[in-house]
């Protein structure tokens, strides 16, 4: 299995100021459902944004493998 047994059905979201992901995620030990939302009003904070999206979905992956 190339996805190492873990099933994701989620959707995403992007604005000018806004990053979104929704879904749930289904593995050997579980499933977890989630939602994260960021926004901001100045700058552009997207790296860090992104780099934290990908720290809980490394977490939610660690929870359901």
């Given amino acids: ?23 749930v995620v289904t593995g050997g030990r579980g499933s977890v459902a989630y939602a994260v939302l960021a926004s901001w009003d100045d700058g552009d904070p997207r790296d860090r ?12 992956r660690e929870a359901v493998i």
Avoid at 4 to 18: C, E, Q, R, S
Avoid at 50 to 55: Q, S
């Fill in 49 to 60: 944004v992104l780099a934290d999206m990908r720290d809980l979905g490394l977490a939610i």
């Fill in 1 to 23: 299995d190339p996805n190492g047994g873990i099933t994701l059905v989620n959707k995403t979201a992007t604005d000018a100021t806004v990053r979104a992901d929704v879904g």
